[in-house]
C-alpha cells in the first residue's frame, strides 16, 4: 500500500502505540502489512480501514490529532465506504442535516471533526455535540452532497450516517435505564448504609464497644463501594469532562465532595481515629441522582411530542396513473413525489404532502400539526397539509408542494432550530455558575485552611461539607427546566416556540403589532363583486383577472380564481411585486392587476370609483385604461377582539398594521377596538414603522401571516407566523401558530409571564440557600449527610417548581 510523508508532532505520551494499532490500539495481527507513515515514522495498523483513516488525518493537513489526542480512536475493522452511502443523497437532505457519529470520545475528536468537515467545498457550518453524538452541517448543494461528508468522517476514523430519530430515541432509552440502575444501586446502599449508621448515632452514650463500632463502619464501607464506584460515575466523568476543558462545571465540587469524604472517612477507617461519613456519601448520592432523574423526566415528557411530529412525516403516498376515476395506484415514496401529480389518499392514511382536493368529500384530523382534537370537513377546491391524517372516505389530491417543502417537513425543520439556543437569562446563569464553581473550590481551600489552624480534626469535615453543601447545579437547573416544561405547555396548546429567546422577549414585550389578513381575519377572503370602469363587461374582467392570478398564492389570487376557475386565457411573462400587484400579457395585450397605485403606472389617470366600506380591493387596467374593481371581504375571527382586549389588558399597546388600504384597515380596527392602524403599507414600510417604535424604546412583538411579513417578523423583537401561511413568512418568525386560531398567541404571553417567573423563582431560591448554606457549613454547623440533603433537596425544589409549568 501506499505510505503518506507528513511532518507531526511526537504522540501525545498518554498514547502508547508501541504494542499496537497506532491509530485505534488494537492488537496488530502476526504478518500484517498495513502501515501508514507518521512524522517520518512508519506506524503499524490493525487494518486497511484504520491504514486509511490515519492517510487521511496526514494528507488533510491533521496530524497534530495524533499529538493532542488523550484516547485511541474507534476501530475501523469493516468500516470502510459502503454501497448504500448514495443513498444518502436521496434521503431528501437540502443544504442542512443532522449526522449521527460513533467513537467521538475527547477533545481531540471534536477538532478534527470539525476542520475536516470545514475543509470540504462547500460546508458552510459545522457543530460536533459530544454527548448526544450528533453533528449538525449546513453546506451549498451545488457543492457538496452528504455522502461526502460521510464519507469524510469515515475516511478519518469515524463512523458516520444521516440522523434517525429512532436510534436516536433508543440511545436516550439506554441512558435513562442507566441513570435508573445508578439510581437504585445508591439507594440500594444509602438503605443499607443507614442500618449500620443508626445504631452507631444512638449509642454516643458509650453502650457500643469500639469493636462492634468499627465492625459496622467496615460493613458501611463495604455497602459505600457500589454507590462510589459505579452510581457516581456520572459525577466523575462529568467533572474529568470539566477539567480537560479548563472550565470547572457543576459536576467538579460534586466529584470532589464524593471523593474527599470517601477518602477521609477511608483513612478514619485505617486509622480507627475520628469519624466515618459513608452514610453522608450513599446519600448524597442518591438524592442527587435522583435529582438528575427528575430533570430527564421532565426533558424527556418535553420531547415527546416534538417526537411524535417527527414520526408523523409520511413515508409515502400512493400516486395515480390515469386520472382522478382511474383509481390506479402506486406506492411511492414521498420525496419522489412531484408538483401537479394526483394521489390518492385513502382513509387512515396521512396526506404525502401538500396539495388540494381534487375529488371527494372527508373528514381531516390536523391534531398532529395543530392539537385540534376535532376532525375538519373538507371538499374539493380546499388546500391540505402534508402530514394530516384522512378520518373520513377516500379523496384525490393534487400535490402543490414537494414533500420536502410541505407544512409537517417545514415544522420539522423548525423543531430542529428551536432549543438550539439559549436565552439571555439562562446564558447569564451559566456565567455565573462557573464562576460560582471556580469561587466554591477556592473557598473550600480556604475553609481546610482556616480550620487546620484552629481545630485540625475538624478541617477536613468542614471543606467537605461546603463542597457539598453548594449547588451550583440549582442554578444551572433554574433555566433549562422552567423553559423544558415551557416548551412542552406551548407545544399542546398549538404554539412552537422556534427562537431560544422567545418567551424572554414576549414577556417583555410593549407593543403587538397586527398585520390583517389572514392574522386578524380568517385570510380566506371573499370576492363580493366586479365593478367594470372601462369597455370590458364584468365576466371578461374577472376571466383576466383568474388567469393574470394563476401562479399567485396571495389570499386575494386565490379568492379571484375561485370565482372564476375555468377561465380559459393564457397568462404570459408574468411578473409580481411582493405586496403590490402582478403583471402579464395576455393576447399580447399587457395587464396589471392589484393596488391602485401599482395598476396606475400602467393604466394613467387616477381610480375613479371607491370601494364599499369593509371591503378591499384590487384593481385591473391595461395600458392606458382602467377596466374594473374587484370588492372582497375577509371575515374577522371569531376569537380576535378577545385576544386584543387580553393584550391590551396585559398593558401592551396593540397596533394594526396592514398592506391592505386604509380604509379597509380602519374598519377592521374599530370592529376590533384598536386605537392605532395604518393601511396601505408596503413591506419596506411596514420594517421601517416596526424600527421607529423600536428607535423610541419599544420592544415589539410581530404577528403576520404571507410572504411579504417575512421582513418586518425579522426585524422585530420578537415574531409569531401563522402556522397556516407563507413558509417564508414561518421560517423568518421566532414562533409559530401551529393552529388556525389566535388563542394560542394570548396563552403563550401568560406562559411567558408564568416562565419568567418561574425562572426567577428558582434563580433566588438557589442564591439564597447558597448564601445561606456555605457560611454554615465554613463555620462548622452543618457536617456533610446535611449537606448532602441541603444540596440534592434544592436541585429537587428547583426541578419540581418548573414542572408546575406543565399544568394547564
Not at 454501497?83 to 436521496?90: G, I, T, Y
Not at 415551557?486 to 404554539?495: E, F, I, K, P, S
Not at 371591503?615 to 382602467?626: F, V
Amino acid at each position: 500500500m501506499s505510505a503518506v510523508l507528513a511532518q507531526a508532532a511526537p504522540p501525545a505520551a498518554a498514547i502508547d502505540a508501541a504494542a499496537g494499532c497506532f491509530h485505534c490500539g488494537s492488537l496488530v495481527p502476526e504478518g500484517s502489512r498495513w502501515q501508514a507513515r507518521v512524522d517520518g515514522a512508519v506506524r503499524s495498523m490493525c487494518c486497511p480501514g484504520c491504514a486509511a483513516a490515519a492517510e487521511a488525518i496526514v494528507a488533510g493537513g491533521f496530524a497534530d490529532y495524533y499529538s493532542v489526542r488523550t484516547e485511541y480512536a474507534a476501530s475501523n475493522a469493516a468500516r470502510g465506504d459502503e454501497p448504500e452511502l448514495a443513498l444518502f443523497d436521496q434521503q431528501g437532505m437540502e443544504g442542512e442535516g443532522s449526522f449521527s457519529i460513533e467513537g467521538v470520545r475527547c477533545g481531540a475528536c471534536v477538532w478534527l471533526v470539525e476542520r475536516r468537515l470545514g475543509q470540504l467545498a462547500g460546508v458552510q457550518e459545522v457543530a460536533l455535540n459530544v454527548a448526544t453524538g450528533r453533528v449538525l452541517v449546513r453546506w451549498d448543494p451545488a457543492l457538496c452532497r452528504p455522502s461526502a461528508i460521510v464519507r469524510a468522517l469515515r475516511a478519518i476514523g469515524y463512523f458516520a450516517a444521516p440522523y434517525d430519530a429512532q436510534r436516536h430515541a433508543e440511545r436516550i432509552e439506554r441512558a435513562r435505564r442507566t441513570l435508573f440502575r445508578q439510581l437504585f444501586v445508591a439507594g440500594l446502599s444509602m438503605m443499607q448504609v443507614m442500618m449500620y449508621a443508626v445504631p452507631v448515632y444512638l449509642a454516643q452514650d458509650g453502650t457500643m464497644d469500639e469493636d462492634m463500632r468499627a465492625l459496622m463502619a467496615w460493613a458501611s464501607f463495604a455497602l459505600t463501594l457500589p454507590a462510589v464506584f459505579y452510581s457516581a460515575l456520572p459525577f466523575f466523568a462529568g467533572a474529568w469532562r470539566d477539567v480537560k476543558r479548563g472550565v470547572p462545571g457543576m459536576d467538579v465540587p460534586v466529584a470532589l465532595g464524593i471523593a474527599a469524604a470517601f477518602a477521609g472517612s477511608c483513612v478514619t477507617l485505617a486509622s480507627g481515629k475520628g469519624e466515618v461519613y459513608f452514610d453522608s456519601i450513599t446519600m448524597f448520592v442518591f438524592l442527587l441522582l435522583g435529582s438528575r432523574y427528575l430533570e430527564l423526566g421532565a426533558r424527556r415528557r418535553a420531547t415527546q411530542a416534538l417526537d411524535t411530529l417527527r414520526g408523523g412525516v409520511p413515508a409515502s403516498g400512493l400516486r395515480l396513473r390515469g386520472g382522478p376515476l382511474a383509481r390506479d395506484t402506486e406506492l411511492v415514496p414521498a420525496s419522489k413525489l412531484a408538483v401537479g401529480e394526483l394521489v390518492l389518499v385513502p382513509p387512515g392514511r396521512a396526506v404525502p404532502a401538500d396539495g388540494v382536493i381534487v375529488d371527494g368529500c372527508t373528514e381531516l384530523d390536523f391534531s398532529l400539526l395543530t392539537g385540534e382534537s376535532r376532525t375538519r370537513r373538507m371538499g374539493p377546491g380546499e388546500l391540505l397539509p402534508g402530514g394530516a391524517v384522512n378520518a373520513g372516505q377516500a379523496v384525490v389530491v393534487r400535490i402543490t408542494a414537494a414533500a420536502r417543502d410541505s407544512t409537517l417537513a417545514m415544522l420539522v425543520k423548525l423543531v430542529e432550530r428551536a432549543g438550539q439556543g439559549k436565552p439571555a437569562i439562562a446564558l447569564w446563569a451559566d456565567r455565573v455558575a462557573a464562576w460560582f464553581v471556580l469561587s466554591l473550590l477556592l473557598l473550600s481551600a480556604a475553609v481546610y485552611l482556616i480550620w487546620n489552624t484552629v481545630d485540625p480534626e475538624r478541617a477536613w469535615h468542614a471543606a467537605v461539607a461546603v463542597l457539598v453543601v453548594s449547588c451550583p447545579c440549582a442554578l444551572s437547573l433554574a433555566t433549562p427546566t422552567a423553559l423544558a416544561a415551557a416548551t412542552d405547555r406551548l407545544l399542546r396548546r398549538g404554539v412552537l416556540a422556534v427562537a431560544p429567546h422567545t418567551l424572554e422577549t414576549f414577556e417583555r414585550a410593549t407593543h403587538v403589532v397586527f398585520d390583517k389578513t389572514g392574522t386578524l381575519t380568517l385570510g380566506r377572503p371573499v370576492l363580493r363583486q366586479v365593478q367594470p370602469v372601462g369597455a370590458l363587461d364584468s365576466d371578461l374582467c374577472l376571466r383576466i383577472g383568474a388567469a393574470l392570478q394563476a401562479e399567485n398564492s396571495h389570499p386575494i389570487g386565490m379568492a379571484i380564481r375561485a370565482a372564476m376557475p375555468s377561465h380559459g386565457l393564457s397568462a404570459r411573462g408574468l411578473r409580481a411585486e411582493i405586496g403590490r400587484g402582478i403583471e402579464g400579457s395576455i393576447d399580447g395585450v399587457v395587464y396589471r392587476i392589484g393596488t391602485a397605485d401599482f395598476v396606475q403606472e400602467l393604466a394613467g389617470g387616477v381610480a375613479r370609483s371607491a370601494a364599499p366600506s369593509g371591503t378591499s380591493s384590487a384593481w385591473l387596467a391595461c395600458e392606458g385604461q382602467w377596466l374594473a374593481r374587484f370588492d372582497l371581504s375577509d371575515a374577522l375571527r371569531e376569537e380576535a377582539q378577545e385576544v386584543v382586549r387580553r393584550f391590551q389588558r396585559g398593558g401592551k399597546t396593540v397596533i394594526l398594521l396592514s398592506g391592505d388600504d386604509q380604509a379597509a384597515t380602519s374598519a377592521v380596527a374599530r370592529q376590533l377596538g384598536i386605537a392605532s392602524a395604518f393601511g396601505g403599507r408596503l413591506p419596506a414600510e411596514k420594517l421601517a414603522f416596526v424600527r421607529e417604535l423600536q428607535a423610541d424604546g419599544a420592544v415589539v412583538a410581530m404577528v403576520g401571516d404571507g410572504s411579504n411579513d417575512a421582513a418586518v417578523l425579522r426585524g422585530a423583537d420578537v415574531s409569531f407566523a401563522m402556522g397556516r401561511g407563507a413558509e417564508l413568512a414561518q421560517v423568518h418568525a421566532d414562533g409559530v401558530l401551529l393552529g388556525d386560531s389566535l388563542l394560542p398567541l394570548a396563552d403563550a404571553a401568560v406562559t411567558a409571564r408564568r416562565t419568567l417567573a418561574v425562572i426567577r423563582q428558582n434563580l433566588i431560591w438557589a442564591s439564597v440557600y447558597n448564601l445561606a448554606a456555605i457560611p454554615a457549613a465554613a463555620t462548622g454547623l452543618l457536617n456533610p449527610w446535611l449537606s448532602g440533603i441541603g444540596m440534592a433537596g434544592s436541585s429537587a425544589i428547583v426541578v419540581l417548581n418548573a414542572l408546575r409549568l406543565r399544568k394547564d
